[in-house]
Structures are given as structure tokens and as C-alpha cells.
């Protein structure tokens, strides 16, 4: 048999199994939104496709109901483990009065909610990171045991605000993570049009504190760097940038078509390192997925999606007096 990799870093055969259960709903949640906006039932898909398993390894190693996240519009796999649920999702998606982000008043993948400890996102890329720069400042004068997680692409890692949150974070030695989720492309900017340095976690070294770069296509890597990211967090050692290289398996968005900046050859070679496809066949090497309990456990998910889903597209759309609410102070 196996090694079992995930005992090595601390994750118990149940644990595993949750992670796997975690991606597979991003998974088949985005699928399923996917399918709406093609039916003309819901205005735009931003996908987490081919990032879940950076996602929910990362999570993973936060503290629930402790822990910031300040997430950036692809993190579905990472708001789910921290509490949202598909119906959740599925409201925000149909933009429904009871869309636990902003009432319906936000794009899809602008996630937020106080009871979850998720900042609320914005549409610019990259202002999250100094406002999760600002809440652990705030915890750290408020003496709270907190650490912030934010994540970004790598075209955002070139914006003003990365490198005015990290330099901050790195002189103060705040308990933030960055996490840069590098899916090689910018929109329609590939990776060399963006960096000259050789990854996003060389810049670290410039804001004084590591830089680590992983496999984010595998969810127990992703586990035992960031672990080791918190704990240093918690510590008061300071902050940690992360850059998880994967690959997005879609176009960027509903909107976009990713046939004029890229060769279909090169997305059907990436479908090879799918993270679920890789991460379900350690699970079994390892002996703790079966066809039978696979079953079960797409059955499980699809049940969820699909009550999620009939719940969303029947529920109210917030009222025209509501307007106002949530959005100047009310």
C-alpha cells in the first residue's frame, strides 16, 4: 500500500476524505452555475476550476470561526470550508434577497459574510490584500489570537496594492498569509508577459519574510506549507507568501473565450493533472476511496447541488424598497 502522505503532515484518513468532499462540491457546483448561464438563468460564472485542491488544502489549515479570510472571486473551495454551503452559493448566483454575500446586490464570486470571518470582496483585483493587511494589524492591537488569510492571482501580484500590503505586513511582521493562486494566466496574459523573476514567491525577499512555491494541484502539499504559514503567523514570526501553481481549466469567465489566447492541446494536457481526477487516485492507492463510496459521495454532492439550486431559483428576489439597504449603512 501507499504511503499515507496526509499522516506525514498531520491529516487524518476522515480529514482526507473531506477535503475530496469539499473539492468535489466546488466542482459540481461550478458545473452546475455553468450550465444556468448557458440556459440564460443566471448572468455570469467566475470558475474555480483546476484550483480546489489549493483552495481546500489551504483552508484546511485555518481556524474556523478564529481565522480571516479575505478571498479573491475564485475561492469557492475555500469559502465552502469555512461555512458557506451550495445553497448559499446558489442564491448568490441567481442574486436572491437571501444571497448571504450581499443580499443580491453583488456580481457572483464576491463573497463576504461576518458570521464566516470572510471580508466582503470588491470588484477591483487585489484591494483585499491591504484590507487584510488592516485586520490583523487591528487583532494584533486588539491582542487577538488571529491570523488573515488573502488570497490573489498572478497578474495581481503585480498591482499597487500587493506590494503596499506585503511591505507593510513584512515590517510589522503581521499574521497574514498571501496566497497566490497562479493558474498561469492573466486573464489572456500568460505568465511570462507578467513576471520577470522566476515565480510570484521570489518576491517575498523584498518585504523581508519567506516565499514558498508549491504543487496547487496537490491539496496535502498545499496543507503542510500553509500549516507551517499559520503557525509562524501565530507565533509572531510574521507574514508568509504562498504561490500554488496550477492551472485554470476554463476560460476565464462566462465571458471570455480562451481559444484566441490559448491551444486547446495545452488545456487537454493540463485535464491530465485535474486535481480531483490526481487527488481521487491517491485516496484509493492509499485504500480510502472505493468505486462504491466514490459513488456515494457524488450522489451526496449532486443531491446537495441539486436541492441548492431548485431552492435559489425559487426564492425571492430582494424588494425595490430594499435597494438601499446594505449599501449606505442601513
Not at 489570537?145 to 515590517?171: K, P
Not at 494541484?217 to 496550477?246: C, F, H, Q
Not at 480510502?288 to 459513488?295: C, F, S, Y
Request: glycine content about 8%; hydrophobic content about 35%.
Amino acid at each position: 500500500m501507499t504511503t499515507k502522505r496526509h499522516e506525514q503532515v498531520g491529516l487524518t484518513d476522515a480529514q482526507v476524505l473531506d477535503m475530496y468532499y469539499y473539492m468535489l462540491l466546488a466542482r459540481k457546483i461550478d458545473e452546475r452555475q455553468w450550465l444556468l448561464n448557458r440556459a440564460g438563468k443566471v448572468p455570469f460564472v467566475i470558475s474555480c476550476q483546476g484550483q480546489e485542491a489549493a483552495q481546500v488544502g489551504a483552508a484546511f489549515a485555518m481556524e474556523t470561526g478564529k481565522d480571516y479570510l479575505c478571498p479573491y472571486y475564485r475561492d469557492l473551495g475555500l469559502v465552502l470550508v469555512f461555512g458557506q454551503t451550495a445553497r448559499d452559493c446558489m442564491l448568490s448566483a441567481f442574486a436572491k434577497a437571501e444571497d448571504p454575500n450581499s443580499g443580491g446586490r453583488q456580481m457572483p464570486g464576491h463573497f463576504g459574510g461576518k458570521k464566516y470571518n470572510i471580508l466582503t470582496g470588491s470588484s477591483p483585483v487585489t484591494t483585499q490584500v491591504p484590507h487584510a493587511v488592516g485586520i490583523a494589524l487591528a487583532g494584533r492591537m486588539q491582542q487577538k489570537d488571529l491570523v488573515v488569510y488573502t488570497s490573489f492571482g498572478e497578474g495581481s501580484s503585480n498591482q499597487g496594492d500587493f506590494h503596499e500590503g506585503a511591505n507593510f505586513a513584512g515590517v510589522h511582521k503581521l499574521p497574514v498569509i498571501f496566497f497566490c493562486e497562479n493558474n498561469k494566466y492573466a486573464i489572456s496574459v500568460p505568465i511570462n508577459k507578467q513576471l520577470a523573476c522566476e515565480s510570484v514567491a521570489d518576491r517575498a525577499i523584498g518585504y523581508g519574510f519567506p516565499g514558498v512555491s508549491v504543487d496547487g494541484n496537490d491539496p496535502i502539499e498545499v496543507y503542510r506549507v500553509t500549516k507551517e504559514a499559520v503557525e509562524r503567523a501565530r507565533s509572531g514570526a510574521g507574514p508568509t507568501l504562498i504561490e500554488a501553481v496550477m492551472y485554470r481549466l476554463v476560460p476565464h469567465s462566462s465571458d471570455d473565450d480562451d481559444r484566441v489566447y490559448r491551444t486547446r492541446e495545452e488545456v487537454e494536457e493540463a485535464k491530465k493533472k485535474d486535481p480531483l481526477i490526481v487527488f481521487a487516485a491517491y485516496l484509493k492507492e492509499v485504500g480510502l476511496l472505493d468505486e462504491n463510496t466514490e459513488a456515494d459521495m457524488l450522489a451526496r454532492v449532486q443531491l446537495e447541488v441539486d436541492e441548492a439550486t431548485e431552492y435559489a431559483e425559487n426564492a425571492p428576489y430582494p424588494s425595490p424598497e430594499s435597494t438601499l439597504t446594505y449599501v449606505y449603512g442601513e
